[in-house]
């Protein structure tokens, strides 16, 4: 949730951060915004789109320098509107600054500037911690020294950045529970939220830690901590390039990166499997041995990708597994012992509720294990130990590749516990192996149906609702499919466990709702496969529009279903990750065929840094 860059350099600081904030706007697209110091400090910012930024820019140019921040805006206080837009400005306008998170104590702090005379513009909490730096530099006349002042001061979650025109080419930040992480140049230096931020530039990064200021200045990079210690931070090289983070050729990133899901499984699964085992980097098998419960904490599509993680351990390892909405466990009591492993999964590494509910798994006792697509995000450094999913870098704002790696790498750890304790049957486990390494191609066979699923999401644009049915490990992909719909068409969509229908859900059923089925393998070992046959002989029966997503020549299925979508022969543990693909590709096609945005849908954010 908002984007951040910052620059110094020799370069003209407009390109790069419109360059920056270009690949970081899937953070946050209410609104953006740039300073810029050059004879003074300059800045412009509009409410919209990045695209109504640059046009500003173009009606009234900037005089452009080499130092500068910038920032694309998801709105938490005040309307997103061109006044609430960052940078804030303070000190008689030779100070901007530029935050992500929320500033729990801005009133009581808005108050006392109130009191001493300060004039605010906007409604945001921003806005207080622009006043606070200015008045802390008019003391100490010193950026870095002024902004831990302030920091010292705030409660919640921040990123801030900030310049002034008395301290030219340095820009400050500062983190706490929010990311930022800094671009090492040759002769130039960058901040951004993520490594996107600066990717064009340089792959060679810096991770900084929580309660952590950072001052760049061209050839340096100096962190200290929130009392004034010096740090060193942690270097990583990123492992991706800047072409990655671009579209590429395709309409939309979110096109590409449905396209890239074989991909996502494979890369995640490489060099972890050695002969018929899972060996994954940096987790012994030693200490899998005594885990006795796994609590999975994760938010929205990562939460069901948990879910269909949760049937695999538990099947591979028999290790109780529970699934919990990070913000519902860290608000309660959980039981949990030194044997229980938490097991946080989330693409960015930022989400908040996620972070929060893995600091306080750690304070109680628990081991964490973080999953996770991002280098150097806040969650894997906050765990005692990471599994990275290596997607590469996902842009669209609704999660597709990431789901596919983090059910893979699900299936790893799972294996991996069931080889280390015994518990497993050794075939079962084998077989596991071999078949995540056969997915990937018949991911590639599944997605050449997208043609096919384009003209069906065609003939259905107009469609108001839609529910899915799903069993065993087809429910949690119901769930996410109804996510991907509710958030890219934004239709009434929702799923539900197969089993539950007669249990109320039939109701909704009248001549012509559109109902997805996912249909398990007539060979499934579970006989389910008759049961949500007879589901949908139900549904039929009172009028509904059944499209099946259905094994290759299930013949069953066919004279019950209005279409069939067919999958490959695989094994149930593997159906959910085929299944998945061509709801993502329907749910990317009928939000085209309405004309919406599929990689920024209205009112949603990437990477959710505040509660
Ligand atoms: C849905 C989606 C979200 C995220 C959720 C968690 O398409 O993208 O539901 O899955 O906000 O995000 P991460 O995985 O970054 O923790």
């Given at each position: 949730m908002c984007g951040i860059v910052g620059y110094v350099g020799p370069r003209g600081s407009e390109a790069v951060l419109l360059g920056g904030l270009g690949r970081l706007e899937y953070r946050g697209y209410d609104s953006a915004g740039i300073a810029v110091l050059s004879n003074g400090l300059e800045a412009r910012k509009r409410s919209g789109k990045l695209q109504e930024l640059r046009d500003e820019l173009v009606a009234n140019p900037i005089h452009d320098g080499h130092t500068g921040i910038g920032h694309t805006r998801w709105a938490t206080?005040?309307?997103?509107n061109d006044i609430n837009a960052h940078p804030h400005l303070a000190d008689d306008g030779k100070l901007a600054l530029i935050h992500n998170g929320i500033i729990e104590n801005y009133a009581e702090l808005k108050a006392e500037l109130l009191e001493q005379g300060t004039v605010f513009t906007?409604?945001?909490?921003s806005e207080v911690a622009a006043h606070l730096v200015g008045r802390a530099f008019r003391e100490t006349h010193n950026l870095t020294d002024a902004l831990r002042v302030v920091v010292n001061r705030l409660e919640g979650a921040f990123t801030l950045l900030v310049l002034h025109a008395d301290e030219p080419d340095v820009v400050v930040g500062a983190r706490r529970n929010s990311p930022l992480v800094i671009g090492l140049g040759e002769g130039e230096n960058f901040l951004g939220s993520d490594v996107a931020a600066f990717i064009e530039f340089t792959d060679k990064a810096l991770a900084i830690g929580q309660d952590q200021i950072v001052t760049i200045t061209r050839d340096n990079v100096a962190v200290i901590d929130f009392d004034g210690n010096s740090v060193t931070p942690e270097p990583f090289t990123v492992t991706w390039d800047a072409s990655a983070a671009?579209?590429?050729?395709?309409?939309s990133f979110m096109a590409k990166e449905i396209s890239e899901e074989p991909a996502a499984v494979a890369n995640t699964i490489i060099g972890r499997i050695k002969g018929e085992r899972v060996d994954i980097d940096g987790i012994d098998a030693e200490s899998l041995v005594s885990v006795d419960r796994i609590v999975i904490l994760a938010c929205g599509t990562a939460a069901y990708a948990g879910l269909v993680g949760k049937y695999a351990i538990e099947k591979w390892a028999r290790v109780p597994v529970d699934v919990e909405l990070s913000h519902e466990f860290r608000y309660r009591e959980p039981v949990i012992s030194d044997h229980t492993l938490i097991v946080s999964v989330s693409q960015?590494?930022?989400t908040m509720d996620t972070l929060m509910a893995v600091k306080y798994a750690r304070e109680i006792g628990a081991r964490t294990l973080s999953i996770c697509n991002?280098?150097?995000?806040t969650i894997p450094r906050e765990s005692d130990a990471v599994i990275y999913t290596?997607?590469?870098?996902?842009?669209?704002?609704?999660?597709?590749k990431a789901f596919v790696a983090q059910v893979t790498a699900l299936y790893l750890l799972g294996i991996a516990i069931g080889q280390a304790n015994g518990k497993g049957d050794p075939a079962e486990l084998a077989a596991a192996v071999r078949d995540l390494e056969a997915t990937p191609t018949l991911l590639e066979t599944v997605l050449q149906q997208g043609e096919r699923i384009a003209t069906m999401a065609k003939w259905m644009a107009d469609t108001q609702a839609i529910l899915l049915l799903g069993r065993h490990v087809g429910f949690p992909i119901a769930l996410e499919g109804a996510l991907k719909l509710k958030e890219l068409s934004y239709i009434h969509a929702e799923g539900f466990a197969a089993g539950e229908l007669k249990h109320g859900?039939?109701?909704?059923?009248?001549?012509g709702q559109v109902v997805f089925v996912i249909v398990p393998s007539p060979r499934d070992p579970n006989s389910l496969h008759a049961k949500v046959v007879s589901n949908i002989q139900e549904i039929r029966a009172r009028g509904a529009r059944v499209i099946a997503i259905a094994?290759?020549?299930?013949?069953?299925?066919l004279p019950h279903a209005d279409e069939v979508i067919p999958i490959p022969l695989a094994s149930s543990f593997i159906e959910p990750l085929l299944a998945v693909v061509p709801l993502h590709l329907f749910s990317m096609e009928l939000a085209a065929a309405k004309g919406l945005d599929v990689d920024q849908p209205r009112n949603l954010a990437k990477s959710v840094t505040v509660e």
């Open positions: 206080h005040g309307a997103p906007s409604e945001t909490d671009t579209k590429g050729g395709w309409r960015s590494g930022e991002t280098q150097g995000a290596h997607a590469g870098p996902e842009v669209a704002v609704a999660s597709t859900p039939i109701a909704l059923i009248e001549p094994e290759q020549g299930d013949a069953a299925v």
